[in-house]
């Protein structure tokens, strides 16, 4: 047993003898790019460890110094490593990247190619939540998740326009009926259960994804314990779409607190879940969170491909809102691509389609509550951030700065009157601030990041803070000699220190 490295770990590695190791240029080649020391990787790797529950990992230098020469580190190391580097990067970087190995992973823990059938589906979602919730200590079930990008993601998401076939859900009521009592949802229940995922849905627009994260995480898992339940193909149709939304809001809250490989496994089962409830706008809404995470990731590309693939197969299906939503996430996909023409288009496209939607008359279909977040603060907060990404692709180039400013800035005006979308109004306070400063107006910047400040300390959201800490630096980088900015980084220590934050 290794004395000082990772606890019950032959210091021979996994699978790799002494005389068959070679030296991992991959991991050499991102170590030395991330500026990182020996000891500084092995800090971090503990630190990390430590967050997630995993008090038995204990790396030093000489431990790093064997994975630069070949040796294959065992779980969850290589998970925690893809991890770290991917945050150093601001993009996906894969633990095959890093040249390592993953070992054989449970279902629950496996990637993102998993059966389009109904009963796999309710299984699935049954045994990833009840695994999050067992082991959510700061995340620990992320630790032996890994984020899957390129083809590896898109390809299988692309089966969700395939027609369903396979299995139907009786054989899961069949598998358990000897079991389980039989109850049938009566439609107060059923509504009853409808309306709980509004409530869950408003609280995480008011309190960030840290505070009730858990509480969806267990509805959601009630939720598949009905559906093993012998249902009506109505009802079982219904609760396929409330465990698609809690999916979905359950993926959408581990995103915001930090969560990725989470909140990706999350995203792929409500799209599973929303195809079993043959509700395409639903399920074409969860891949727009997908593309979403694909753009904080640095994977403008995916995005793109995902946000098509939502287009094309709700395009006879959504609403006027959802289209919108759809075309702005389109233009921020561009934007980071660096596209300056076909960003402009889809963000007209957004624009005009927003006029549509709310010119919709009564007699039109109605909005599903999911989609009805995207307000006129929201188009005007997507389209702004899609040309100050613009700005950003073009080398900051000022002009397209200029086009994002009075679009942020009116989505501040608008989440300013707002009582419930506390983290909306933060997060475009910051996106103000980011334009500011790309237009060198730091005095201005400091002020908008500022009152975001005070914000953030009222919610649970690591995404706000990890932006709102990145653009301070940002600012104390550029402009450390201004008064209002080092006014803002002293602030920024003492309101809003940096801490491990444990999800709930």
Same mark, same amino acid.
């Given at each position: 047993?290794?004395?000082?490295?990772?606890?019950?770990?032959?210091?021979?590695?996994?699978?790799?003898?002494?005389?068959?190791?070679?030296?991992?240029?991959?991991?050499?080649?991102?170590?030395?790019?991330?500026?990182?020391?020996?000891?500084?990787?092995?800090?971090?790797?503990?630190?990390?460890?430590?967050?997630?529950?995993?008090?038995?990992?204990?790396?030093?230098?000489?431990?790093?110094?064997?994975?630069?020469?070949?040796?294959?580190?065992?779980? *969850? =190391?290589?998970?925690?490593?893809?991890?770290?580097?991917?945050?150093?990067? /601001?993009?996906?970087?894969?633990?095959?990247?890093? /040249?390592?190995?993953?070992?054989?992973?449970? *279902?629950?823990?496996?990637?993102?190619?998993?059966?389009?059938?109904?009963?796999?589906?309710?299984?699935?979602?049954?045994?990833?939540?009840?695994?999050?919730? $067992?082991?959510?200590?700061?995340?620990?079930?992320?630790? &032996?998740?890994?984020?899957?990008? !390129?083809?590896?993601?898109?390809?299988? $998401?692309?089966?969700?326009?395939?027609?369903?076939? /396979?299995?139907?859900?009786?054989?899961?009521?069949?598998?358990? &009926?000897?079991?389980?009592? !039989?109850?049938?949802?009566?439609?107060?229940?059923?509504?009853?259960?409808?309306?709980?995922?509004?409530?869950?849905?408003?609280?995480?627009?008011?309190?960030? /994804?840290?505070?009730?994260?858990? +509480?969806?995480?267990?509805?959601?898992?009630?939720?598949?314990?009905?559906?093993?339940?012998?249902?009506?193909?109505?009802?079982?149709?219904?609760?396929?779409?409330?465990?698609?939304?809690?999916?979905?809001?359950?993926?959408?809250?581990?995103?915001?607190?930090?969560?990725?490989?989470?909140?990706?496994?999350?995203?792929?089962?409500?799209?599973?879940?929303?195809?079993?409830?043959?509700?395409?706008?639903?399920?074409?809404?969860?891949?727009?969170?997908?593309?979403?995470?694909? =753009?904080?990731?640095?994977?403008?590309?995916?995005?793109?491909?995902?946000?098509?693939?939502?287009?094309? !197969?709700?395009?006879?299906?959504?609403? #006027?809102?959802?289209?919108? $939503?759809?075309?702005?996430?389109?233009?921020?996909?561009?934007?980071?691509?660096?596209?300056?023409?076909?960003?402009?288009?889809?963000?007209?496209?957004?624009?005009?389609?927003?006029?549509?939607?709310?010119?919709?008359?009564?007699?039109?279909? #109605?909005?599903?509550?999911?989609?009805?977040?995207?307000?006129?603060?929201?188009?005007?907060?997507?389209?702004?951030?899609?040309?100050?990404?613009?700005?950003?692709?073009?080398?900051?180039?000022?002009?397209?700065?200029?086009?994002?400013?009075?679009? =942020?800035?009116?989505?501040?005006?608008?989440?300013?009157?707002?009582?419930?979308?506390?983290?909306?109004?933060?997060?475009?306070?910051?996106?103000?601030?980011?334009?500011?400063?790309?237009?060198?107006? *730091?005095?201005?910047?400091? +002020?908008?990041?500022?009152?975001? =400040?005070?914000?953030?300390?009222?919610?649970?959201?690591?995404?706000?803070?990890?932006?709102?800490?990145?653009?301070?630096?940002?600012?104390?980088?550029?402009?450390?000699?201004?008064?209002?900015?080092?006014?803002?980084?002293?602030?920024?220590?003492?309101?809003?220190?940096?801490?491990?934050?444990?999800?709930?």
């Amino acid at each position: 047993m290794a004395g000082n490295g990772e606890f019950g770990e032959p210091d021979s590695g996994t699978g790799t003898g002494a005389g068959d190791k070679r030296p991992n240029a991959l991991l050499e080649s991102w170590f030395l790019r991330s500026g990182w020391s020996k000891g500084e990787l092995a800090r971090q790797v503990n630190r990390r460890a430590r967050q997630l529950g995993a008090v038995h990992i204990s790396t030093d230098t000489s431990r790093v110094r064997r994975w630069l020469d070949g040796e294959q580190p065992r779980e *969850p =190391i290589p998970r925690l490593l893809s991890e770290l580097f991917s945050e150093r990067f /601001g993009c996906a970087v894969s633990v095959e990247d890093l /040249g390592l190995r993953s070992l054989h992973q449970s *279902p629950s823990t496996a990637g993102v190619d998993l059966p389009w059938t109904a009963p796999q589906t309710v299984a699935l979602m049954s045994e990833f939540s009840r695994s999050d919730l $067992m082991l959510a200590r700061r995340g620990f079930l992320g630790g &032996s998740l890994a984020l899957t990008a !390129g083809p590896g993601l898109v390809e299988p $998401m692309q089966r969700w326009l395939q027609p369903m076939h /396979g299995e139907p859900l009786t054989t899961v009521e069949q598998s358990t &009926s000897s079991r389980r009592t !039989g109850h049938r949802l009566s439609r107060p229940e059923l509504e009853l259960l409808e309306s709980t995922t509004v409530m869950f849905r408003k609280w995480d627009a008011q309190c960030g /994804g840290g505070l009730r994260r858990k +509480a969806v995480v267990g509805q959601l898992h009630e939720v598949t314990d009905l559906l093993q339940e012998p249902q009506t193909e109505d009802t079982g149709r219904r609760l396929f779409r409330v465990a698609a939304e809690l999916a979905e809001l359950a993926g959408w809250m581990s995103y915001d607190v930090g969560l990725q490989p989470t909140a990706q496994k999350y995203f792929v089962l409500a799209l599973h879940a929303a195809k079993e409830a043959d509700d395409k706008p639903l399920g074409s809404y969860v891949l727009s969170n997908m593309a979403r995470q694909m =753009i904080h990731l640095g994977r403008p590309d995916d995005a793109l491909e995902l946000i098509h693939l939502a287009q094309y !197969g709700s395009r006879h299906a959504s609403t #006027p809102r959802t289209q919108a $939503m759809l075309y702005a996430m389109e233009a921020r996909s561009y934007a980071n691509l660096g596209q300056a023409g076909k960003c402009k288009r889809a963000v007209r496209m957004a624009e005009d389609t927003f006029a549509e939607a709310n010119e919709s008359t009564d007699s039109d279909a #109605p909005d599903p509550d999911w989609i009805t977040f995207f307000s006129e603060a929201e188009l005007y907060a997507e389209n702004g951030h899609s040309f100050r990404d613009l700005a950003y692709a073009a080398g900051r180039n000022v002009t397209y700065a200029g086009l994002a400013e009075p679009a =942020i800035g009116r989505a501040v005006e608008l989440f300013g009157r707002d009582l419930e979308h506390h983290r909306s109004y933060a997060l475009n306070l910051i996106g103000l601030a980011t334009v500011h400063l790309l237009k060198r107006e *730091p005095e201005r910047g400091a +002020a908008a990041a500022s009152e975001a =400040i005070g914000i953030a300390k009222k919610v649970r959201s690591e995404r706000l803070n990890t932006r709102l800490r990145k653009t301070v630096d940002s600012a104390v980088r550029e402009y450390g000699d201004v008064t209002e900015v080092i006014e803002l980084g002293n602030e920024l220590a003492t309101r809003l220190p940096e801490a491990a934050q444990t999800p709930a």
